[in-house]
């Protein structure tokens, strides 16, 4: 099993910029790892991913430029750095983590889930 609590959500102005944490445990460090949004009344949507190692990324075409993901596994933790937020960007923000080594954008084909923490950008 695997835990994943996110941190680092809140309300920001347009413009600006947060640093969202995932914390892991329950078991080696060693998956692909990727952050999703959801919106009000809209579907779960892609945002970034990591490979185990950090040596692979790869971004929703939304948040390509301002957003980045990075990882540290001495510390079982994964971040979104989010800047340039623009108000489209308001949603909760949900870690993941995929077992299998996918490079998949497919919420379905991801494992475990943390509780998602949300993101509110003003205009």
Same mark, same amino acid.
Do not use: H
């Given at each position: ?22 914390? =892991? ?13 959801? $919106?009000? &009344? +809209? ?5 970034? =991913?990591?490979?185990? #190692?950090? /040596?692979?990324?790869?971004?929703? *075409? ?8 990075? &990882?540290? #596994?001495? +510390? #079982? ?11 489209? *960007?308001? =949603?909760?923000?949900?870690? $993941? $983590?995929?077992?299998? /080594?996918?490079?998949? @954008? #497919? ?6 889930? /943390?509780? /998602?923490?949300?993101? @509110?950008?003003?205009?």
């Amino acid at each position: 099993q695997v835990q994943l609590v996110e941190s680092g959500g809140g309300l920001v102005q347009a413009g600006g910029s947060l640093r969202l944490s995932c914390a =892991a445990s329950g078991r080696t460090f060693t998956d692909t790892m990727g952050w999703f949004r959801q $919106a009000p &009344r +809209k579907e779960r949507e892609f945002v970034a =991913a990591i490979s185990w #190692n950090g /040596g692979s990324t790869y971004y929703a *075409d939304s948040v390509k430029g301002r957003f980045t993901i990075s &990882r540290d #596994n001495a +510390k #079982n933790t994964v971040f979104l750095q989010m800047g340039s937020l623009k108000p489209e *960007d308001t =949603a909760a923000y949900y870690c $993941a $983590a995929e077992t299998s /080594g996918l490079r998949t @954008t #497919n919420s379905r084909d991801w494992d475990y889930w /943390g509780q /998602g923490t949300r993101v @509110t950008v003003s205009s």
